[in-house]
């Protein structure tokens, strides 16, 4: 992917839901590589990729980030849009994606991802890093991840670069990147909410000038953050439009309607690759024999009409009103399915009520692994997109203080810090 060496540490902020690059400097101070994308330039790069028949007949193109969102919102029913793919990473159940006529195994769609972004970096990624850090989470997402299957997938996505990898707990990269802010020693918790996990590590961190300025004491995670929200949002307004809850008939009985549709529907990472011949017939034969076959109908010209990031833009436009206001409209429209309801921000802290149990439950863990109590914690720093919700930021002020609570740069710290780590002599005392 490089062709000179010897380049900065570059720190490498890859998310379920945007990925971000910072390179090492010489005074210290990384720099966030920006694109220069479609709508505006940004050093936020949306983790997606589209892809769509060649008019030469070459096989399949492909963009990623907001080229990507661009090429599919200009020909929707010939691209395949993929996003969230992340939270696959650590899945036993997932060996590929069928993507027209090609399939695409993890660390392939990692690879294409990267090169994508290497390629609308305007050159300031060509130069082959001494050093890269990776983020990784605290606790990968799925119902069972294997950890030794991820790392399996990173090494294989990430070796096209030619540079010695390392891998940092994601909250650590934020640590080290709030450290450079504080001037007087202080125990810190760093809380990182993004699509597909929420991650905290507790870290100790010394007087400026230290010869090491930071320590970490422990760490803990969870697969629930932004898109598991999502989830919630589609499963209360979404999904009973499209036939979950009802029935078809088989042999005479009546029997309830397979909940893995539903669940392929509402993940991201899996809407777009349920536009597949098998799917499709099935769904066909299910509507015939569907109680209500016009909900199984909606469902299947969503899915066809690839609709999945317009639904996607809805939920988070929803998301980010409610974190602004006390309540919201929700409205989509496409392929025969209208969707209007209002949402109070009570309602929608109630549908994610079990999820902040386990967030509770996780930052708990990171406390006791650290064997710090919550008196101890002089500092908490939240980060990531959905540490902008206010019910997120309560589980906080509720137990630390108002005063206690510190933000800034939730899409870049992590890439920041990460930057910085990777300028550091002791590199595996941080290496997950």
């Known amino acids: 992917m490089h062709t000179?060496?010897?380049?900065?540490?570059?720190?490498?902020?890859?998310?379920?839901?945007?990925?971000?690059?910072?390179?090492?400097?010489?005074?210290?101070?990384?720099?966030?590589?920006?694109?220069?994308?479609?709508?505006?330039?940004?050093?936020?790069?949306?983790?997606?990729?589209?892809?769509?028949?060649?008019?030469?007949?070459?096989?399949?193109?492909?963009?990623?980030?907001?080229?990507?969102?661009?090429?599919?919102?200009?020909?929707?029913?010939?691209?395949?849009?993929?996003?969230?793919?992340?939270?696959?990473?650590?899945?036993?159940?997932?060996?590929?994606?069928?993507?027209?006529?090609?399939?695409?195994?993890?660390?392939?769609?990692?690879?294409?991802?990267?090169?994508?972004?290497?390629?609308?970096?305007?050159?300031?990624?060509?130069?082959?890093?001494?050093?890269?850090?990776?983020?990784?989470?605290?606790?990968?997402a799925g119902a069972r991840p294997d950890e030794a299957l991820a790392r399996t997938r990173y090494d294989a996505m990430f070796k096209g670069f030619g540079a010695e990898i390392h891998y940092v707990y994601e909250p650590l990269g934020a640590a080290y990147s709030y450290a450079t802010r504080l001037t007087e020693p202080a125990t810190i918790?760093?809380?990182?909410?993004?699509?597909?996990?929420?991650?905290?590590?507790?870290?100790?961190?010394?007087?400026?000038?230290?010869?090491?300025?930071?320590?970490?004491?422990?760490?803990?995670?969870?697969?629930?953050?932004?898109?598991?929200?999502?989830?919630?949002?589609?499963?209360?307004?979404?999904l009973p439009m499209l036939g979950k809850g009802g029935a078809y008939k088989s042999f005479g009985k009546e029997l309830e309607i397979p909940r893995a549709y539903f669940a392929d529907f509402a993940d991201w990472s899996r809407l777009a690759l349920m536009r597949n011949r098998k799917t499709m017939n099935e769904l066909e034969r299910l509507q015939k024999t569907a109680l209500d076959p016009d909900a199984i109908g909606r469902m299947i010209a969503v899915i066809e009409n690839e609709l999945g990031y317009p639904l996607y833009d809805a939920v988070g436009s929803l998301k980010r009103a409610l974190s602004s206001g006390e309540d919201a409209h929700f409205h989509f429209a496409g392929a025969g399915l209208e969707i209007e309801a209002d949402v109070t921000r009570a309602q929608f802290e109630g549908w994610i009520a079990d999820d902040v149990v386990r967030i509770e439950a996780a930052v708990d863990r990171a406390l006791q692994v650290a064997n710090v109590g919550g008196g101890e914690i002089d500092r908490v720093f939240l980060t990531g997109g959905s540490s902008l919700i206010p019910r997120i930021r309560r589980i906080f002020v509720e137990r630390f203080g108002e005063a206690a609570i510190m933000s800034g740069g939730e899409l870049t710290s992590i890439a920041h810090g990460l930057a910085l780590i990777g300028e550091q002599d002791d590199i595996a005392a941080w290496s997950a």
């Open 4 to 140: 000179n060496a010897g380049g900065p540490a570059l720190g490498l902020d890859f998310g379920t839901t945007n990925s971000v690059v910072a390179l090492g400097t010489k005074d210290g101070t990384p720099e966030l590589v920006t694109f220069a994308a479609p709508a505006e330039t940004s050093p936020v790069f949306r983790s997606a990729l589209c892809f769509w028949q060649d008019d030469s007949g070459k096989g399949l193109a492909s963009d990623a980030g907001p080229w990507a969102i661009a090429e599919y919102m200009e020909y929707p029913l010939d691209s395949r849009f993929i996003q969230s793919f992340k939270s696959v990473a650590a899945m036993k159940t997932f060996e590929q994606a069928s993507v027209f006529d090609k399939r695409y195994r993890f660390e392939e769609m990692g690879q294409l991802f990267l090169q994508k972004l290497i390629s609308h970096a305007g050159g300031k990624l060509d130069t082959r890093p001494h050093r890269i850090v990776v983020g990784r989470p605290v606790e990968y």
């Open 189 to 238: 918790l760093v809380a990182d909410f993004g699509g597909g996990t929420s991650d905290f590590s507790v870290v100790r961190v010394a007087e400026p000038g230290a010869a090491r300025r930071c320590t970490p004491l422990g760490h803990a995670g969870v697969g629930i953050a932004g898109d598991r929200f999502d989830y919630r949002i589609l499963d209360r307004l979404v």
